[in-house]
C-alpha cells in the first residue's frame, strides 16, 4: 500500500493504519477515475503522464475504425465540435517508437517533461512500431521517432508530425505552434 501511494506522490508518513492507506489508496485511485474520464475516450489514458498504447487503444483514442487511417478521417465540422468550434477531446500526440532505437530512448524523458507541462491540455501516447507495424504502416511512418500530432475531433485527423529526438522544449514548441494554428 505504501509503495502504492508513493508511485502516486501521496505523503503516507503520518498514516498509521492500515484502513486509512487503504481509504488514501482509493481516494487517489477515484481522484484519477474522475480525471481520465473526462480526459480519455478509452480511460487508459491520463493527463501528464505518456502511455504506451496498443492499437486497439490508439484507435479509440483517435475515433477511428479498425480499418480508419488518416485519409479515412473526415474534417473537422460543426458535427464534431464543441460550442465554440473547437475540437471535444484534447489533441493527441503520438510517439512512434521501437526499443531499438537510439534516438527514441533519448526522447523518452523529454516526452513525459513534455506531457507533464501539457496536464490536462494534450493526450500523450507512444505506440511500438515493432509490436504494431501495420498501424505504424497505415499512419505512414518512415523514419523513427515520429512525432504525429492529431486534432481532438470526434474522428482525429493528423495536423502535423516530426521525425527525430526533440527536447522537451522542442516538443512544447511543435505542440503549440501547430495547435493553435
Not at 465540435?81 to 523518452?108: N, R, S
Not at 474522428?155 to 516530426?162: A, G, I, N, V, Y
Request: charge should be negative.
Amino acid at each position: 500500500l505504501r509503495t502504492q501511494l508513493s508511485q502516486n506522490n501521496v505523503r503516507w508518513g503520518n498514516i498509521i493504519e492500515k484502513e486509512e492507506l487503504v481509504q488514501a489508496l482509493c481516494n487517489i485511485m477515484e481522484q484519477k477515475f474522475e480525471a481520465s474520464k473526462n480526459f480519455s475516450r478509452s480511460g487508459e489514458i491520463m493527463p501528464g503522464k505518456v502511455t504506451d498504447v496498443d492499437d486497439a487503444v490508439l484507435l479509440r483514442e483517435l475515433g477511428w475504425r479498425p480499418s480508419g487511417n488518416a485519409r479515412d478521417a473526415p474534417a473537422v465540422d460543426a458535427a464534431n465540435t464543441g460550442e465554440k468550434g473547437t475540437p471535444q477531446h484534447a489533441p493527441i500526440l503520438l510517439d512512434v517508437y521501437a526499443t531499438w532505437c537510439g534516438p527514441c530512448q533519448f526522447l523518452v524523458p523529454q516526452l513525459q517533461s513534455a506531457a507533464e507541462e501539457f496536464g490536462p491540455d494534450v493526450r500523450v501516447m507512444k505506440l511500438d512500431s515493432d509490436k504494431y507495424p501495420g498501424l505504424a504502416g497505415q499512419l505512414k511512418v518512415a523514419g523513427l521517432p515520429t512525432l504525429i500530432l492529431f486534432d481532438g475531433g470526434e474522428e482525429s485527423r493528423e495536423l502535423k508530425r516530426m521525425e527525430g529526438a526533440l527536447t522537451k522544449d522542442g516538443i512544447v514548441e511543435f505542440v503549440k505552434k501547430n495547435v493553435s494554428a
